[in-house]
């Protein structure tokens, strides 16, 4: 019971999530840029049912847009660093020599510094904005999963069944897709779970500095920092995405979990 609670639960709740994203103009009850000085920070009402603020704002709707901002740039990173990741990792581990030298060479000098210092680096270089963070972050979270595919990659080509593939005549691409790409599937499903999770925390960190979505375009953590001089005075503006973060990550974290503990299953 418990097993299937630490899967279904978090799914669930981050299908919700996910699904108020999408269609946050059926969910929302105002307009997320809509500014009302009269009604600034409100407390939880009906028409505003997580209150205003310092704007007028309402809560809920910019909780609502803000969520495919800062999931739909996570996913991006993900999928770029995965998919650049897996590729390079693949040749590096498969064919070894030249090619594996110079792709161990890149990720050895991007790991040489921290992966948040170096996106806050290529950042303040490529100016704020949510596209600029998200090709920054891109370009340095690639590396754990180059790291990942091509060591499992090198162990794999000394497997029976990929010796017997090369003798049988299979080309390179077929036994990488068909015979290696499998066998490294699990453990990338594992790693990107918990990774999208400190993505979200970094894309919402980078923001919360400024360097992310500009205002007025609703974001969790832009909203963090909009609420950040009436912490005392309305806390309720950094409280809910403060905890839509929190709630995501965390349900993140154990799906990850649950898919680490049981990567053999699937």
């Not at 009906?46 to 996913?75: F, M, N």
């Not at 949510?130 to 754990?144: D, E, F, K, P, Y």
């Not at 832009?222 to 349900?251: E, F, N, R, T």
């Amino acid at each position: 019971m418990n097993k299937k609670l630490s899967l279904y639960l978090p799914l669930t709740i981050l299908l919700a999530v996910s699904m108020a994203a999408l269609f946050a103009e059926q969910l929302s009850l105002n307009n997320p840029l809509a500014v009302d000085l009269l009604a600034r920070l409100q407390g939880m009402s009906a028409e505003y049912p997580l209150g205003t603020d310092q704007l007028g704002r309402c809560v809920y709707s910019r909780i609502l847009y803000g969520a495919r901002e800062t999931l739909g740039a996570a996913l991006t990173v993900l999928l770029i660093s995965v998919s650049v990741g897996t590729v390079l990792g693949l040749l590096a581990g498969f064919f070894g020599g030249y090619p594996d030298y110079l792709i161990q060479k890149a990720v050895e000098g991007i790991m040489a510094f921290p992966g948040i210092i170096l996106a806050l680096v290529l950042t303040g270089i490529l100016g704020p904005g949510l596209t600029n963070i998200v090709i920054a972050i891109s370009m340095v979270h690639w590396v754990g999963y180059t790291r990942l595919v091509r060591n499992l990659t090198a162990s794999l080509r000394e497997r029976s069944f990929v010796k017997a593939a090369l003798v049988s005549g299979a080309g390179y691409c077929s036994i990488l897709y068909r015979h290696i790409l499998p066998q490294v599937l699990p453990e990338l499903i594992s790693l990107s779970t918990l990774d999208y999770g400190r993505i979200i925390l970094t894309i919402a960190g980078l923001s919360f500095l400024g360097l992310g979505v500009q205002p007025p375009t609703p974001e969790w953590g832009s909203m963090l920092l909009d609420g950040k001089a009436y912490m005392q005075l309305a806390p309720h503006i950094i409280l809910w995405p403060g905890l839509a973060i929190v709630i995501v990550v965390g349900c993140l974290n154990s799906l990850g979990r649950y898919f680490l503990q049981n990567r053999k299953d699937f």
